[in-house]
């Protein structure tokens, strides 16, 4: 089988989930080319050489660069923080690397209009780019989808997207480059509120057209964490530093179609730990969806008799439900970096296709216009357009 | 309107719940006969008179015999403790007083079936007699009988039913009557369940046919309660007496039919309050109740296409549940003391139309049977025939 | 025992709520004063004595002003759409009867500052008002507000409220008073976006300063219905008329402590019946209620150990909770009517000791005063102080 | 480091979770050996070769007895149905090979006895043994256990285990190797039984000492599938067979502390896809854990002031929880074959340091002696030591 050698960008958080969704997905999944988890790229020779030989990857290199001109490189994968997307992705992008890049694609909307045209350039030539909004790869997210396609809900009338965390509700927790506007674009916002906005739209089908929104930063000073935490600099403990993001973003919006919808990206929601919720309500039936129980779908299907109608557990473990077949039998569950894997799969079958795989640059873009009118309305206080 | 008078023997917990029952059932429901809170009865003048005060009774008695004679009392409602529930019943029946008596039905059934020879003789009379299983009117349970009925749970193959309680978990908490099987009979299996075991045969209209079980008693010495507590004597503060009554009974259990049964009843499930459970899994659907939740039904229908099906939580307050529409709006929950309010509705419409109201003085009895049935199971370590 | 004389106004489904707590109330508490249902008032004949016979009041009138002459008369409870809340209230108050408005207090911050003024000069006097919030007398609510006064949440950093209906989601359903802005004031917004206004301030004890929302009216035209259901006018099947409110309310606020809110109310969430949803997050934990479960306060306690932390699902049954004692022993919930019984004992209770009762006309008017900003918000696309 | 050859015997359900574990767990875990994908044991050479390639094996065998000759296999991993466990197991622990096998661990207590024996003699060689009871793996349940040890949950009462699916619920759903007594030994009883006669026997560290059950076949005939579907035969469509073992097993339990348990294994529990369920009540408080939601532990604190007492839902995805902390942060579960890699990583690091890995042969010789008695109990109707 024809290899697809794989260089990555970044090895925290997203590089572990990326490495996983490599190695595993062709163990459960029939690819058309065989994935080769080539070279890990990052800033520090010896963290990156641990960090490879950890992950599994056959070389690291503190040089993204020089991946590029390698013929084994076909692929390359973007897990570093936000500033450094668009240089990346589109010099990958321009020397013919097929991209998969972590989200928020950007950390402006300059930055995503930029990476989207070179994403259509590469296109003409067989190039292939994804942005990695990996919850839409959650099966119960894929089955919401396909049920608001076949017309279960009707029409879509209201919108409910939370996501909740509460990683930082202890004032004392330290600084990061989370919560450095410079690296990290913004806070709550683009770390999880591009996710919700993502993901209704995905759903939908359908674009958010205005918001109304506001942002706050509750905590707006912070202990700097020692050398290694994270944040460049010579803090020393007794030290603390401004957080420039927000700490949680709240907007309301309407869709194309007329469907309302209210938004909250938080890390300040105690007790939530990772609750990216959904909620649709359409004229014909409601689904559910909360993270935290994430092989769920709630379902209510309004054309029922109402002896008998009522929100439905649907756990989405059949082998009929997207992407579950390739695992194990119903009632098994899938785990956070499952959509990972999935994720992988399909960049992998669109690149073989030669067709752009889903979310494209474009949809990167789109979200990237949201989250600016949010920033916008904001600082406005009024609606702004999409 | 006709007006039908009601003596009431018990004014403690059961007797308010009677009580409310009586004086709310004409408000809400259209009764082809008057309720009048005519007389209430106790053993200490001035308790009873206080109790018939703030329960809404135009007399207080503490001769119920006497009431027997009266012509303006046409029901005897049993709210006592089960050691007194034949004598009375009986002679109010004898004399020809229609008669809801509280559950257990009796502490044996050999005073079950004089009772329900009385019932069975008053019925030739036009005397009603039922029993107080209350739990048969949640609507939500109403509604499992129905669709196990409508065949939409198929053949039932499983029946696991739990009544879970923590009332005397702490071992210093007091003796009081219910612990004494003079007066209750027996401790969890006669006390609560009993309820599962009419719940469950009212859902399947199937009786159960055998039992195996066992009986334990987890603290067999309490501290006595002070006079005034509910247990005669005069106990001192320091002593301790004796539980006569089983802490918990659990049994397995066939149907008729040959669904299987697992059975639970106890008082020391710690965190469960008043957690009457039951799920029945049948070859087209199950369902799935906790009266600790008692607005809702779960259902799942085994019919429907995998990819959408999943428990249904039913919110059972909908105009065409049972009982509902004399309520509220959909959505707005009822509480524990509307069934008993239900109960009181179907006794007077049962008494107006001459038929026996459900449960009759027949199927406490078969409630009887299998209580004994597994208690001597306990004794004897096999299965036993009901 | 001194009698407390009552006139209500208006036999619907309030006049049916408060009729019930006004029977109840003295069952199951101890009241200083004995409420008398002494007349209830309509405006047509027939169908004003049909109900005082069914409700249980022992007159019935057409002319609620001569009510004000009578001196077994203390109370006028107003159960009457919001067009008719100022007119009579003030009135009352003014002919020194104490007054239980039923909410929205009001159909415009005009009338509601008229009323509070008459509410404030009947005090003076020792004449009591109060505005008929009910849900703070749902004991999970109160023990929510107990867990903020005691600072268990900490500093409070978000406000979810949602209050979500379904019962006009279908467009052939039939115009009602509810739907009419001379009538009802607003829509949702008034009539349930009004109740979780005022929970999240009573649980938090502070205001609302600020909101941006929006309005929206899914279903502009809807079937006329018949003569006797509700709208007066001659139409005849086939014709439709205008709503003229909202179908759904959203808005974003803040409170003057800083925290943060997201509120929606709406009649087109399918699926939900009475969905009054409120989530709270603080520094040191958080709370979750939902109407649909309404014996359950889900608390978390962000000060436990992480390993043993979650949210608990509180059964709000304990004696230990506010009114909760008065009832069933634990584990035996209460239903919607309830919270109408405790806010008749809490009313009963403040008329005796010569205090006022919260909520008071000034808390309506706070209520009425976000509302009007939330409708100014809509219309100027801006932030709107309250 | 250290190579540790492992290969496994069989391909089906449990070795491809049993494959995963080892590619993931050097990836995740610090090791202190390296596990090295040796070789895969099959019967059918194409189809072992095919599996082979599939899961990531570096070589193929149709002859699991010449690699216990081998030098670099250090590991036989056992995925076969159950009647060749005793066989396989024997013969390598003989051979000096640390064996890993699946559960049951054989199909008759004379089989276990002997494998238990082998065990004892290879470990005084230093050679190792564990059986496959992966749900001990799953962190709630671990985290259950340490409730318990620390004594959080004090006096154990009741203990109520089931293991609830539907996967044959369809009387059409074909015969296959799990319905032949001869290959799987038992049915529901010994396939799923069997992991919650473990799991709680772990969870509160004291074993069963006596039982009394029943067993039944729902669906005494099935269609027998086409040659290549599992069982071996010439059956062409249309033809039925015999089902051989059990649909669904119900005992309960005494455990030796005197603790009561109710127990219940199924196959025909419509809607229940995987519902392994473990309630737990002790005099200091409860747990309540089921697969369904398996990130989830319920605990409820008895000690705590009843006004805030409640079952909390602990997502068990905190850094301090067993396992977790080799994952995702906080909020990002884990799935079903996560257990399996945690069992791998615990069976190498026994290895590792020279100690017998838990569940032991001695373990699963307990477990099979508890299944044996429930058959006896089945027969004799009584109850049975273990």
Redo the contacts between chains.
């Keep these: 089988m024809t290899e697809l050698g794989i260089a990555m960008v970044g090895h925290a958080?997203m590089g572990?989930?990326h490495?996983?969704a490599w190695?595993?997905a062709p163990?459960?999944f029939d690819l058309p080319l065989r994935p080769v988890m080539s070279v890990l790229c990052g800033r520090d020779a010896d963290r990156t050489q641990a960090a490879a030989d950890?992950?599994?990857w056959a070389e690291a290199s503190t040089d993204w660069k020089s991946v590029l001109d390698r013929d084994d490189v076909h692929v390359v994968d973007i897990c570093t923080p936000g500033d450094t997307h668009a240089e990346i992705a589109i010099a990958a992008l321009d020397a013919g690397k097929h991209v998969l890049c972590e989200k928020p694609m950007a950390n402006s909307v300059a930055e995503a209009e930029a990476m989207s045209e070179a994403a259509s350039r590469a296109a003409e030539r067989g190039v292939r780019a994804m942005v990695g909004f990996t919850y839409r790869r959650v099966p119960a997210l894929g089955?919401a989808r396909d049920?608001v396609a076949k017309g279960?809900?009707g029409r879509i009338?209201?919108v409910?997207a939370?996501y909740?965390?509460?990683?930082i509700?202890d004032?004392e927790s330290p600084l990061s480059w989370r919560l450095d506007k410079e690296k990290a674009g913004s806070g709550a916002l683009g770390d999880i509120g591009a996710h919700i906005v993502d993901a209704t739209q995905f759903i939908l089908g359908d674009p958010i057209s205005e918001v109304?929104?506001?942002l706050?930063t509750?905590v707006p000073e912070r202990p700097l964490a020692s050398k290694h935490s994270g944040l460049s600099g010579t803090a020393a403990t007794g030290q603390t530093g401004p957080v420039t993001v927000d700490d949680?973003a709240?907007?309301?919006a309407?869709f194309g179609s007329?469907a309302?919808g209210?938004f909250?990206a938080?890390r300040?929601?105690?007790?939530?730990?990772?609750?990216l919720r959904i909620e649709i309500?359409?004229?014909?039936?409601?689904i559910a969806f909360d993270?935290?129980?994430?092989?769920?779908?709630?379902?209510?299907?309004?054309t029922e008799?109402?002896?008998?109608?009522?929100?439905?557990?649907?756990?989405v473990?059949?082998p009929?439900?997207p992407y579950v077949g390739a695992?194990?039998?119903?009632?098994?569950?899938?785990?956070?970096?499952?959509a990972f894997t999935h994720q992988a799969v399909d960049f992998v079958q669109a690149v073989a296709s030669g067709v752009d795989p889903a979310p494209t640059f474009a949809d990167g873009l789109l979200v990237q216009r949201v989250l600016a009118a949010v920033e916008d309305s904001a600082s406005s206080?009024?609606?702004q357009q999409v």
């Design positions: 958080f572990a989930a490495s996983q190695r595993v163990r459960f950890r992950l599994g089955l049920l279960r809900l009338h209201h409910r939370q909740l965390q509460d990683w509700v004032p109304m929104g506001t706050v509750f949680a709240l907007f309301l309407r007329g309302l209210s909250e938080t300040f929601a105690n007790g939530r730990k990772n609750a309500n359409g004229s014909k039936g409601s993270f935290e129980d994430m092989n769920v779908l709630q379902f209510f299907d309004g008799d109402p002896s008998v109608a009522g929100f439905r557990r649907i756990m473990t059949e009929s439900h695992w194990w039998p119903a009632g098994h569950g899938l785990g956070y970096e499952h206080r009024t609606w």
